[in-house]
C-alpha cells in the first residue's frame, strides 16, 4: 500500500541522532566510508542469497556501486543494487538501533562533560547509516528488496521523526540521497558536491571494497554520453603481499570491518599454504567495545571463501576469551554452503583455529617486549577477557601465563609480569603470592597481608572477578605454586624462628586454644596459633580446598 506515515526514531536512537547532528567530530569525511560500507554489505547479502536461493528473482548480474553528485541541487547519491530492504526492515533497522551496548554508551555520553570524550566514545561505537546527517540537513533513502515488487521511499531531517511510504517503481537495492548541508565557505575541504573531494575519500577510505564504486568520469565535454569510471582498486587486502600494503590502508580495512574509527593496536596477518589454503588479515583493536563483557558479546572474525563474504562473528574462527579480536579469514578450499554447525565441527577449521590463536597471543608477546606502552593499553583494554583463557584454553594456558599481569603491593602503579614477580621472589619464597578481593585498597588493608608486608614479600592484587576463576585452575607458574595468603597454611618462617621456639609457644597457647576452638565451634573449623599477624590480633583463613569469600559472593548473587 502507498500509505505515508510519519513515524517516531526509537528513544535511544533519537538521542543519538541529535549527537551526531551537533557533533563536532573533526573527521566528517568518514559518513561515506559508512554509506560505501553498507552498500558494500547488501551486493555481499545478496551473492550470497544469489548462491544460496538460485530460483529467487534478484539480479546479481552487475553488482556495484554508484556515487552520483548533483552540483546544483547539492545532493550526493549512494546506490547500490544490492539486496535492499523491505518496508518493514526499513524501520526496524534504520529507526532503532540493535546495537548491543547502546544504552551503555548513552549513559556514558550523559555523564561526560568532555566534547572531545563524547567524540570519541560516538566514534568507537560507529554510528553507522546515522553519520549521513554531520554533512546533511536530510536524507531520503529509496530501496527494493531483491525478490520484492513494492519499494520504499523514507526520509528523514534527522530530527525525532521521520515519513515512510511504499512506492512502485525502483530499482532493486537502495540509494540514499544526502541534502548536503550549505557549503562551509571558509572551508573548502567540507564541499562534499565536489567530485574531486568525494574521489579522494573515496581512495582513501574504501580503496579495498570488493565491488566497484563508480563515478562519472572526469572531464565529460556537454552532450557526450555520461562515461563512468571505477574509482577504487578493489584488492582484497589480505590476499596481497605485505610489502605492498601501507599501514594506513590496513588501519582503514580495519575501520570498515569492526565499525570503529580509531586506528587498532596490532595488526596480525597470516598466510597458510599447503592442503588447505588460507589468509587472515586479524586486529587487535585499542579499546575495549563497550559490551565486552556482556553475554551476547560476538566473536569480531569473519569467514570469506575465495574472495566471497560468508559470514560475521565466525564464532568456530576464535575463542570467545579473543572475542575482541577483529578481521578476516578468507578460506580456499570450503563450500560457499558452509554453515556454522559444519564449522565447528570441521577439523581443518579447528588446526586453522588453534594458529590464528597461537598467533594472536604471540603477537601480544612481542609486543609486551618490544612496545610496553602498547602492551599496557591492551592490558588495561582486554586483561580481564584473556584471562578467561587461563580457564577456557589450557592448551594455550603457559602462553597465555606470558602476557598477563596484574597489579602487585611492589609497585603502587605499575603492574607486573609473572616473570617480573618471580625475578624479584626471595631467596627461599616457594610460591607465587596473591590475594584476591573487590579493590586495591580492600586488599591493602587486609589483615592477612600483615606478616607478609612486615616480611618484605610481594603479593599479586587480583581485584578482577575473573581472578578467583582462574587461580582455581592454574597450579603454578614456572614451577612455583600460585598461593592465596587468605588460605590454608602459609608458612613465612624461615631461619628466623627456631623449631623449638615454636614448639615451646604452641605449649604455651594450647589451653586458649582449646577453649576458642570449643567456644566457637559453630563458627570456625579450627583455632591454630599465627605467624602471619604483626598489628592484628587475629584473622579467619579459609581451609585450603574452600572457596573464596569473594567467590562465594558471586555464587550466591547467581543464586546458588
Ligand atoms: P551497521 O552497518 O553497523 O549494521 P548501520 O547504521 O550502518 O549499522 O546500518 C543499519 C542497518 O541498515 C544495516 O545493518 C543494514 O541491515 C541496513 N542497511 C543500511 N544500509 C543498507 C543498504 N544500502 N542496503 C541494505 N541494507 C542496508
Ligand atoms: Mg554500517
Not at 269 to 279: C, D, H, I, K, V
Amino acid at each position: 500500500d502507498a500509505r505515508t506515515e510519519t513515524l517516531e526514531f526509537q528513544a535511544e536512537a533519537r538521542e543519538l541522532l541529535r549527537l551526531v547532528i551537533h557533533s563536532i567530530y573533526s573527521n566528517k569525511d568518514i559518513f561515506l566510508r559508512e554509506l560505501i560500507s553498507n552498500a558494500s554489505d547488501a551486493l555481499d547479502k545478496l551473492r550470497l542469497e544469489a548462491l544460496r536461493t538460485p530460483d529467487l528473482h534478484v539480479d546479481a548480474s552487475d553488482p556495484h556501486i554508484l556515487l552520483e553528485i548533483d552540483k546544483e541541487r547539492r545532493t550526493l547519491t549512494v546506490r547500490d543494487n544490492g539486496i535492499g530492504m523491505s518496508r518493514d526492515e526499513v524501520v526496524e533497522l534504520i529507526g532503532t538501533i540493535a546495537k548491543s551496548g547502546t544504552a551503555e554508551l548513552l549513559q556514558r555520553l550523559r555523564e561526560s562533560r568532555d566534547a572531545a570524550a563524547s567524540q570519541d566514545l560516538i566514534g568507537q561505537f560507529g554510528v553507522g547509516f546515522y553519520a549521513s546527517f554531520m554533512v546533511a540537513d536530510k536524507v531520503t533513502l529509496l530501496t527494493r528488496r531483491a525478490g520484492e515488487t513494492q519499494a520504499t521511499r523514507w526520509e528523514s531531517a534527522g530530527e525525532g521523526s521521520y515519513t515512510i511510504e511504499s512506492v512502485e517503481d525502483a530499482p532493486q537495492g537502495t540509494s540514499v540521497t544526502l541534502h548536503l548541508k550549505p557549503e562551509d565557505k571558509e572551508d573548502h575541504l567540507f564541499d562534499y558536491a565536489d567530485p574531486w573531494k568525494i574521489r579522494e575519500i573515496v581512495r582513501r577510505y574504501s580503496d579495498f571494497i570488493t565491488w566497484p564504486i563508480r563515478m562519472a568520469a572526469e572531464g565529460q565535454a556537454d552532450g557526450d554520453a555520461p562515461a563512468v569510471e571505477t574509482v577504487n582498486s578493489m584488492k582484497a587486502l589480505w590476499a596481497r603481499p605485505r610489502d605492498e600494503v601501507t599501514d594506513a590502508e590496513y588501519h582503514e580495512f580495519y575501520k570498515h570491518i569492526s565499525h570503529d574509527w580509531t586506528d587498532p593496536l596490532e595488526t596480525v596477518r597470516l598466510q597458510a599454504e599447503g592442503t588447505f589454503e588460507y589468509q587472515a588479515l586479524l586486529f587487535i583493536p585499542s579499546h575495549a567495545p563497550l559490551d565486552l563483557f556482556m553475554r551476547e558479546h560476538r566473536r569480531g572474525v569473519q569467514l570469506y571463501v575465495k574472495r566471497v563474504f560468508i559470514m560475521d562473528d565466525c564464532e568456530a574462527l576464535m575463542p570467545e576469551y579473543l572475542r575482541f579480536v577483529k578481521g578476516v579469514v578468507d578460506a580456499q578450499d570450503l563450500s560457499l554452503n558452509v554453515s556454522r554447525e559444519i564449522l565447528q565441527h570441521d577439523r581443518q577449521i579447528q588446526l586453522m583455529r588453534r594458529r590464528l590463536v597461537k598467533k594472536v597471543l604471540a603477537t601480544v608477546k612481542t609486543m609486551l617486549a618490544d612496545h610496553p606502552d602498547r602492551y599496557r593499553t591492551f592490558w588495561t583494554e582486554f586483561g580481564a577477557a584473556v584471562k578467561e583463557g587461563l580457564v577456557n584454553d589450557p592448551d594455550n594456558r603457559d602462553a597465555i601465563l606470558d602476557i598477563v599481569s596484574f597489579a602487585s603491593t611492589d609497585d603502587p602503579e605499575e603492574v607486573t609480569t609473572l616473570r617480573g614477580y618471580v625475578e624479584r621472589m626471595k631467596d627461599g619464597q616457594e610460591h607465587v603470592y596473591y590475594l584476591t578481593g573487590a579493590s586495591r585498597s580492600a586488599i591493602e588493608n587486609s589483615p592477612h597481608m600483615e606478616a607478609f608486608r612486615a616480611k618484605g614479600h610481594e603479593v599479586l592484587i587480583l581485584t578482577d572477578p575473573v581472578d578467583e576463576m582462574w587461580v582455581e585452575s592454574v597450579p603454578e607458574f614456572g614451577g612455583k605454586r600460585f598461593q592465596s595468603i587468605a588460605k590454608g597454611q602459609v608458612d613465612l618462617d624461615d631461619e628466623d624462628t627456631a623449631e623449638a621456639d615454636r614448639e615451646k609457644r604452641r605449649e604455651d597457647f594450647a589451653p586458649l586454644l582449646t577453649w576458642l576452638t570449643e567456644t566457637l565451634a559453630e563458627n570456625v573449623k579450627e583455632v591454630r596459633l599465627s605467624t602471619r599477624l604483626t598489628t592484628s590480633p587475629a584473622c579467619i583463613v579459609g581451609d585450603a580446598n574452600d572457596i573464596t569469600p569473594t567467590l562465594e559472593r558471586m555464587y550466591r548473587a547467581a543464586g546458588q
